[in-house]
């Protein structure tokens, strides 16, 4: 359609004249040389443009000319709304123009008040947020580590409808953090119905990326097949020497789920390294369970504290 445009002899006027760089548009199709014209906030010619008036003519020789990335994987659900940092500068001048947060079960609950607070501090991206389903457990039922009563239940599905039609995008999962683990497969999946019938999609950090990594692929892809919703595999690992080439039975898994019909996409890091909280990977989640107090008093208790102190020291070598 653009390029249709740029081929009608009528010379484009533009507010913006991106000159001369190399586009890349998207699609997938090798970068070409051209301009990029811009009227309003809409692009009006891409390619080789017959010009009529031009405001601003920024030269981008030698320069990519592509439409804004997008940050799949973002944790600044806070930075987003504090005026301080709220122009997104840094994302912008990487080339992101829309960031996801609630990523990893974690972030925003309520999505109205979220966004109203976006609006306020004059957001400098777009957003697109997922119900992050630890804090939504949280918010219900605190960190028992135990099932859902019905009532508990029902009003995690209803505050899961609100979120999706507040506009969130879906719902994401941290299965290895405090409270988001204790939840079964089951309730997941409970809980994604509502996403799906809401047209969400199921964003995971798997409940393990290390020797149980097949199983926590099976569970993400489980999920998504019986609450009928596309699963997003988040930065997409294994982590720890006993862990080495389960990788590629994994990549499997999601191939087999596609070549089924399923919708299975994961995302990955462009580097070997990754980062998370040191209470989520060294100490027992089961020690967390009631917070920080009830933890100390764990790790007072003789038996408690021993077997904290084992495990943990467990979980420091598995990191090598
Ligand atoms: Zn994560």
Do not use: F
């Given at each position: 359609m653009l390029s249709g445009a740029s081929a009608l002899a009528e010379p484009i006027d533009a507010d913006v004249l991106l000159q001369g760089g190399t586009i890349v548009d998207g699609t997938g199709k090798p970068g070409y040389p051209g301009d990029v014209a811009i009227k309003g906030n809409k692009i009006v010619g891409v390619g080789k443009l017959e010009l009529g008036k031009v405001a601003l003519t920024v030269d981008c020789k030698g320069l990519v000319i592509a439409p804004g990335f997008i940050?799949?994987?973002?944790?600044?659900d806070r930075q987003v709304i504090d005026p301080q940092t709220s122009g997104l500068v840094n994302y912008l001048t990487q080339g992101c123009t829309t960031i996801v947060t609630?990523?990893?079960?974690?972030?925003?609950?309520d999505v109205e008040e979220y966004h109203r607070k976006l609006a306020e501090a004059g957001v400098g991206a777009n957003i697109a947020h997922l119900l992050p389903q630890g804090s939504l457990r949280s918010s219900v039922m605190?960190?028992?580590?135990r099932d859902p009563s019905n009532e508990e239940l029902e009003e995690m599905k209803r505050l899961t409808k609100k979120a999706m039609q507040d506009g969130a995008w879906g719902m994401s999962t941290g299965?290895?953090?405090v409270p988001g683990t204790y939840a079964k497969t089951e309730e997941l999946i409970e809980i994604a119905k509502v996403v799906s019938q809401n047209n969400g999609i199921y964003a995971s950090h798997i409940?393990?990326?290390?020797?149980n990594l097949l199983a926590a692929v099976d569970e993400a892809l489980r999920i998504g097949k019986e609450a009928e919703l596309p699963v997003h595999i988040s930065h997409f690992k294994y982590s720890g020497?006993?862990?080495?080439?389960?990788v590629r039975r994994a990549v499997e898994q999601i191939e087999t789920a596609r070549a089924q019909g399923q919708v299975a996409t994961a995302d990955q890091y462009p580097y070997i390294a990754s980062s998370t909280s040191l209470d989520a990977t060294i100490i027992p989640t089961w020690a967390l369970a009631g917070g920080r107090k009830a933890l100390i008093e764990r790790l007072d208790d003789p038996k408690q504290g021993a077997r904290i102190r084992q495990t943990m020291t467990e979980n420091l070598k598995k990191r090598n």
């Open positions: 940050d799949l994987h973002n944790h600044s609630g990523n990893c079960g974690a972030g925003p609950v605190g960190t028992a580590l299965l290895i953090y409940r393990n990326e290390g020797t020497r006993d862990a080495w080439g389960l």
